[in-house]
């Protein structure tokens, strides 16, 4: 039985696999000895979904690939809204299923830079994604992308290519998770954002007011925020084997207890934070340790305490 039968959380991430078919250049993956996995049907059903409003069927891998992705859309369309994110290579195997959803989101790293920074073909992504944006009723279509130094300068034509596919939004977010030294300085943001990036960023923002595209670009300045976007105070993650972490930068599917960082150039090691099992989920919310994590933030409102320690070297929490 709720606690809160009335008040809804907002946004749960469901880890549904950490397989994946690419290996990324500024995936974790390519990085860590790795635990593939599904996250299995039964569990799946024991989810908390009702308490949010907004279920993000995606974590550290591909949610495709899990056998049952169909069935769990279902599942979770009955109790929330319900979304996703893919690199976009099995959109055409289940297109049936994609279309129920109502958020989805493909990853594309940019117009040349697919092939080297995704390893894969954009023209049989774009393809997958017509697949979808040309039916009637069908979910909001995003493409998301990541903004770095190989990258970024492909951003205006990346708005172009959204618009050709009738994508609805083009969002581009930060390198926000270095997991090796070898991305060091990939990334675009800064305490001083470079002027040639701004400019680069404006130019995409007005090319989609142009072509009436909706365009978000995430900030490129690092400023410590009260409250990270990843708002662990009403969102949270429940990982592939089903436990609670407050968000995906606090959980990597690998073999250690810890996440390897890079934060400002040095390599840091945060133990990895979870707070009980998912199908446990009113009482872990309520739990004095995910409370007091909780606390540690809400405090943050009306003083000037510091950051939690996990938080402290993560860059989510310094607004990009
Ligand atoms: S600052 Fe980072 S580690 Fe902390 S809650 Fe936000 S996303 Fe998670």
Redesign the pocket.
């Known amino acids: 039985m709720p606690f809160f039968p009335f008040f809804k959380l907002n946004f749960i991430q469901v880890e549904v696999s950490t397989f994946c078919g690419v290996k990324c250049e500024m995936c974790p993956r390519s990085y860590f000895e790795w635990k593939s996995e599904n996250m299995d049907l039964e569990l799946f059903k024991r989810l908390p979904l009702g308490r949010f409003k907004y279920a993000h069927l995606q974590g550290w891998g591909e949610p495709l690939l899990n056998p049952d992705i169909g069935e769990m859309i279902e599942i979770a369309k009955k109790k929330c809204r319900v979304g996703l994110t893919t690199n976009g290579l099995l959109i055409d195997e289940l297109k049936e299923e994609l279309l129920k959803l109502d958020l989805l989101a493909v990853s594309i790293a940019g117009i040349d830079a697919q092939r080297n920074v995704r390893k894969s073909e954009l023209f049989q992504i774009a393809e997958n994604i017509e697949l979808l944006t040309s039916e009637k009723k069908r979910p909001k279509i995003v493409i998301a992308t990541l903004m770095m130094k190989n990258t970024i300068h492909e951003l205006p034509k990346l708005v172009e290519l959204a618009k050709k596919v009738g994508a609805d939004q083009l969002i581009a977010n930060n390198l926000d998770y270095i997991p090796s030294r070898d991305l060091v300085g990939m990334e675009i943001f800064s305490e001083n954002p470079d002027e040639r990036f701004l400019q680069i960023i404006a130019e995409a923002e007005k090319r989609a007011k142009e072509l009436g595209i909706e365009f978000t670009a995430k900030p490129i300045k690092l400023e410590e925020a009260i409250l990270?976007?990843?708002?662990?105070l009403r969102n949270c993650l429940v990982t592939v084997d089903g436990l609670i972490s407050?968000?995906?930068?606090?959980h990597l599917p690998t073999k250690d207890d810890f996440i390897v960082r890079f934060f400002k150039g040095e390599e840091v090691k945060?133990k990895k934070?979870y707070f009980g099992k998912a199908d446990d989920f009113e009482r872990v919310w309520k739990s004095k340790d995910y409370s007091g994590f909780r606390k540690m933030?809400e405090m943050r409102f009306y003083s000037s305490i510091a950051?939690?320690e996990?938080?402290r070297t993560?860059?989510?929490?310094y607004s990009v």
């Open positions: 990270c976007t990843e708002n662990p407050p968000c995906a930068y606090l945060v934070l933030i950051l939690p996990p938080c993560c860059y989510k929490a």
